[in-house]
């Protein structure tokens, strides 16, 4: 069963950066492809983020493109969200996951019940 907890969450003007981490236990982050989903007040969980555990390939919602990156620490087991030039609708509950069988590839939006283990969640506000 693999843990995850996240940190790093906040109150932050637009234009601002955040960068969350993911602390896993529980199994090696080597052997887990992760992700990032958000959730905002009365708004579905949307997938912002994955990484792959075999060559670290990535893949990002495209709301999020070019302004978030993730990565990952096998020596440190932590995955990381960099978000950068957060706007008000970057506001939510961000959360971590992760699952032994997935498979992170650009060939769709994640899907929350393809991930097993989450997080407790980080609250992102960004005030305009």
């Known amino acids: 069963q693999v843990q995850l907890a996240e940190s790093g969450g906040g109150l932050v003007q637009a234009g601002a950066s955040l960068r969350l981490a993911c602390a896993v236990s529980?199994?090696?982050?080597?052997?887990?492809?992760m992700g990032w989903f958000r959730q905002a007040p009365g708004k579905e969980r949307e997938g912002v983020s994955c990484?792959?555990?075999?060559?670290?390939?990535?893949v990002y919602a495209e709301s999020v493109k070019g302004r978030f990156s993730i990565s990952r620490d096998n020596a440190k087991n932590t995955v990381y969200l960099q978000m950068n030039s957060l706007k008000a609708e970057d506001t939510a509950v961000y959360y971590c996951?992760?699952?032994?069988?997935?498979?992170?590839?650009?060939?769709?939006?994640?899907?929350?019940?393809?991930?097993?283990?989450w997080g407790q969640g980080t609250q992102v506000t960004v005030s305009s």
């Open positions: 996951a992760g699952d032994p069988d997935l498979y992170c590839a650009d060939d769709g939006p994640l899907v929350a019940s393809d991930f097993g283990s």
């Open positions: 529980g199994r090696a982050l080597s052997t887990v492809d």
């Open positions: 990484i792959n555990r075999s060559d670290g390939s990535t």
